[in-house]
């Protein structure tokens, strides 16, 4: 049976069959999506994400009934067939944060308010049973800025160095990252976010994206959300959501950010090497045009002094994204 013919089937038995359907933008992934519109204008959306390209769509059914519990407003689940990786969800619309913002600016703190009230009511929550990003972990994953990055520039990964950098990262992890773990989306951020202004508190944001969570700091996603790397958050809204979070959960202020520092430098290093791996190996050059940002984060992060024992030997390890550098990883 054909792609095309198991969708076929999965949608008749769940009573769309008949539904028209029109792809929408995908991710970063192998996902891809599709709009289903109805005889009477309804929608749905259909995930599909074929187990051999390394889909599972398990993750996000659970997780959703869990953020839902919780009244966040994740896409409902109409029907689902894991072994073969579809998922017919709930419609959440087009106002993705990013897009609203850019037709009306003068949105922009009142979304990133709604966001980061969602974190605090997300952080107040009973932890799912998720695996967790404890410090070793989260070194290990900084492996893809030496890895992919720093190997497609200069064409070696500094094994040496990428090693050495690890161990006194997941040390510095350690002394930072310290409380009780939370839910973390891991990509929480304004493409992933849309705006639903006829709902009511925290539901006002829809959270789509969040199959990949797992339990963590509570900084974690608030990185996420204020270094983005597809678009400019700008500095006085970041300061002003840090401290809205700090005032609302009465974390100790100087932990936190020395927290938020560390995370940043942690999670923009993945990105780096994420990017670079989206562009040589998948064809999406498009991602590098988002590197500098990326890097600026990373580069900014490295003047906390929680991480002068690595700033200096780090980047000389990475090369900044130059305009020729960033020509090599397009490819």
């Known amino acids: 049976m054909s792609r095309q013919d198991e969708i076929s089937t999965f949608l008749s038995a769940a009573g769309h069959g008949a539904w028209s359907a029109a792809p929408l933008a995908g991710d970063a992934s192998a ?12 929608s749905a959306v259909l ?41 017919l969800i709930e419609d959440l619309g087009d106002a993705l944060f990013t897009s609203v913002i850019a037709q009306d600016p003068a949105q922009e703190r009142v979304l990133y308010e709604a966001a980061t009230d969602l974190l605090i009511h997300l952080h107040r929550a009973p932890v799912p049973d ?17 890895t992919e990055y720093r190997q497609t520039i200069i064409g070696n990964a500094g094994d040496a160095a990428r090693a ?15 409380g009780d773990m939370v ?11 849309l705006w639903l ?26 990185v996420s959300l204020l270094q983005d790397a597809r678009r400019d958050v ?40 994420i990017f670079a791996r989206l562009s040589l190996q998948f064809g999406k050059p498009h991602y590098i045009d988002l590197i ?7 580069a900014r992060g490295l003047n906390h002094p929680a991480l002068a024992l690595v700033a200096e030997e780090l980047l000389e390890a990475l090369p900044a994204p130059t305009a020729e550098v960033l020509e090599r990883l397009r490819g």
Do not use: C
Request: aromatic letters at 10%; hydrophobic letters at 40%.
């Open 164 to 178: 050495r950098f690890e161990d006194r990262f997941e040390d510095i992890l350690r002394q930072s990252l310290t």
């Open 130 to 146: 998720l695996d967790p990003l404890g410090p070793r972990v989260m070194a290990e994953m900084t492996a893809l800025a030496f």
């Open 292 to 298: 500098p940002r990326v890097w600026a984060h990373f």
């Open 47 to 87: 995930m599909d994400w074929p187990p051999e390209e390394g889909g599972d769509t398990a993750p996000f059914a659970r997780l959703a009934e869990y953020l839902r519990d919780l009244g966040v407003s994740a896409p409902e689940t109409y029907a689902q067939d894991h072994e073969r990786g579809l998922l």
């Open 197 to 222: 202004p006829a709902r009511t508190g925290i539901a006002k944001v829809g959270v789509i994206d969040f199959q990949d969570a797992k339990v963590g700091h509570p900084v974690y996603d608030l």
């Open 234 to 273: 700008p500095a006085g809204i970041e300061l002003q959501m840090i401290n809205r979070y700090i005032a609302a959960t009465g974390v100790d202020e100087a932990a936190f950010h020395r927290a938020y520092a560390v995370t940043g430098v942690q999670r923009n290093m993945r990105i780096l090497g």
């Open 31 to 42: 996902r891809r999506y599709q709009r289903l519109i109805g005889p009477e204008g309804q």
């Open 183 to 193: 839910f973390v989306h891991r990509d929480f951020h304004a493409q992933n976010l």
